[in-house]
């Protein structure tokens, strides 16, 4: 990940706030600074800024970033590539070249190391989500990273995010359900995105903690080695017991299965 801190020239250099930047998924996020008043923000954040929303959502701050660089569809884009000596477009690499600057207003970027991005801000991003998972009853049980834990009734959500209405109608698009960068968000089948804000005020909260989630995932879920192990048999002989349905993995493999541990111990007590 990359970041970068916005400032507005036009203000004194004023503190706008700071981009991040996730190679990855080639996303990007804009932190607000929390002592941005609605007129001195950009015009994009204006209402942001009003309401009291300092994150800014993933499309509105590529809305940002596209305001600022040559649009991949321009004529002569290849030209200029090869100028800046560039392989591929790539939005950070042009918007790096600027400097983050553009005609509608006086905002730049300075590149800045992680370690250096402030306290308040980070503990900002603490409140993302690190994990989540379906349930059978279309309920999303969501690990923070603050260590809350909390279950979603994704019903709720139906009329903020019309198409989630799809995915709770096909189990296949519930499952594809992963974190987006930064645990910012929740996607569903790579284009239905539901903001962590959103999934933190709409859930109910569980009574255990993302490590108790984590703590047991380490000590009961165990791989084909381990199973083999306790179970003092062969691959050969593993493979029998799950053929004949004396034991089920929770995950299925090419190489390794996962088991739960406390079902390896159950057929070490028969």
């Known amino acids: 990940m990359k970041s970068y801190v916005i400032y507005d020239e036009a203000l004194e250099r004023k503190l706008i706030g700071y981009l991040l930047y996730y190679e990855k998924s080639e996303s990007f996020i804009i932190e607000l600074s929390e002592e941005l008043d609605e007129w001195e923000a950009p015009l994009l954040f204006q209402r942001l800024v009003r309401d009291k929303i300092y994150t800014v959502p993933r ?42 600057r553009c005609s509608q207003d006086n905002c730049y970027i300075t590149e800045i190391e992680m370690e250096k991005i402030p306290k308040d801000i980070k503990d900002r991003m603490k409140k993302n989500i690190w994990e989540c998972f379906p349930t059978e009853d279309n309920q999303l049980v969501c690990l923070f990273q603050d260590d809350v834990v909390k279950k979603v009734e994704l019903l709720q959500l139906v009329k903020q995010y019309k198409e989630l209405s799809y995915v709770l109608k096909n189990r296949k698009l519930l499952d594809s359900v992963k974190i987006g960068a930064g645990g910012y968000s929740v996607i569903f089948n790579d284009s239905i995105e539901i903001q962590v804000s959103d999934l933190r005020a709409t859930g109910q909260s569980v009574p255990l903690t993302s490590t108790d989630f984590y703590n047991f995932v380490r000590r009961n879920v165990i791989d084909t080695t381990k199973t083999c192990e306790l179970l003092q048999c062969s691959r050969q002989n593993l493979s029998y017991l799950v053929k ?17 541990k406390g079902e390896v111990e159950k057929v070490m007590g028969e």
């Open 59 to 100: 499309d509105i701050s590529l809305m940002w970033v596209k305001e600022r660089v040559i649009p991949n569809g321009r004529q002569n884009i290849g030209s200029i590539l090869k100028n800046h000596k560039l392989k591929d477009y790539s939005e950070m690499a042009l918007l790096s070249l600027s400097k983050g």
């Open 244 to 260: 004949e349905k004396k034991i089920q993995p929770i995950i299925y493999g090419t190489k390794e299965n996962l088991y739960l």
